[in-house]
């Protein structure tokens, strides 16, 4: 029997312990943690992931805080705003929705961000914390960190003498995800566009986690009999079964076909997704206990 790795039911637990992580901070400390939530332009995809962000922020009760920004803001504007809220001690935890519309330099703003306030886990303090092994001070990236708890429901916390692989190494996803797996003591293999017989890497992990943005690509003969396979891709593809001009999201992973091969596989939507925005919400607790100079809660 495969298992159905339930992200909404596991993102619904790690809520529920933010909620009650805050509401005791606040009560304890008279702290209220803070997250501000930046959106440049009008791509309706970032305003959709944002006002989720900013719902789950109030629902955590959180201060929420969203800027809603033209899309013919300059990086200097932009940049200010991140001053202002780097300077803001009410605010604990700052997003700037990816992707940045075209004229402006995303790298910059991030690296602008105070490292403490910087729940996405993508500033060079926080990337490089994770690198050398420290995963008690700095912000972790949140959907790698979400995906490693979905593998934990599974594994638990010691992945040794198993075999991970990752396809993908992007900075947002792919890298710190192989460290997580790396500090978990799995034997991490990193794939990519350059990478020979990728089926075949594939095929030797028990745990396999395609992050590369190409609908369906992992097929079932490219999973190992019994792996625990962890879909992070988010494609929206063509649904013509639903009606003309009708699309449907699907990951990575050709769900079907690999369900029935692996051990245990996470659906699209449903697996990964719910976990990103959870982790946002647990780091930003996290972010605001260290700045009220309480110990971060696990
Ligand atoms: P990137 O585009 O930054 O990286 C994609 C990676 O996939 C690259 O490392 C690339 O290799 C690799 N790749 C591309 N084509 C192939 C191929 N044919 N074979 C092997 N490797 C390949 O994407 P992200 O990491 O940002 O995101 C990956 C996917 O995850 C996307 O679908 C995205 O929507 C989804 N995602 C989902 C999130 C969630 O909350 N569930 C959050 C973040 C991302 P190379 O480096 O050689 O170019």
């Not at 606040?26 to 959709?48: C, K, M, N």
């Not at 803001?88 to 790298?107: A, C, F, N, R, T």
């Not at 992990?205 to 943005?213: E, K, N, P, S, Y």
Request: charged share 20%; aromatic share 2%; proline share 5%.
């Amino acid at each position: 029997m495969t298992t159905v790795i339930d992200g909404k039911q596991v993102a619904a637990s790690v809520i529920e312990a933010v909620k009650a992580k805050s509401a005791a901070l606040e009560a304890e400390a008279g702290v209220r943690t803070g997250l501000a939530v930046v959106i440049v332009g009008d791509d309706p995809a970032s305003h959709a992931y944002v006002g989720s962000k900013s719902r789950m922020a109030k629902e955590c009760g959180f201060k929420s805080v969203q800027h809603t920004l033209p899309e013919e803001t300059t990086q200097e504007e932009l940049a200010a705003l991140v001053e202002t809220l780097n300077a803001d001690p009410s605010i604990h935890g700052i997003l700037v929705q990816l992707p940045l519309p075209k004229h402006l330099k995303s790298e910059p703003i991030i690296q602008s961000i105070r490292p403490e306030k910087d729940v996405d886990g993508l500033h060079v303090v926080n990337a490089g914390k994770l690198a050398t092994g420290d995963l008690e001070t700095g912000l972790i990236s949140c959907t790698p960190a979400g995906a490693l708890i979905l593998v934990r429901t599974i594994h638990g916390a010691d992945l040794s003498g198993l075999n991970a692989v990752v396809v993908g190494r992007s900075n947002l996803f792919g890298k710190p995800m192989g460290q997580l797996l790396l500090a978990c003591n799995a034997t991490v293999t990193m794939a990519h566009s350059r990478t020979k017989d990728l089926a075949g890497i594939c095929r030797a992990a028990d745990i396999l986690v395609a992050a590369v943005g190409r609908a369906e690509m992992v097929k079932a003969d490219w999973v190992k009999p019994g792996a625990t396979v962890i879909d992070v891709g988010i494609n929206r593809v063509a649904a013509p079964e639903k009606g003309e001009g009708k699309t449907r999201l699907v990951g990575d992973v050709a769900y079907a076909e690999c369900a029935s091969v692996a051990g245990a596989i996470t659906p699209v939507p449903g697996g990964v997704g719910p976990m990103t925005i959870a982790m946002l919400m647990a780091n930003t607790v996290i972010a605001a206990h260290r700045a009220a100079g309480r110990p971060a809660p696990k």
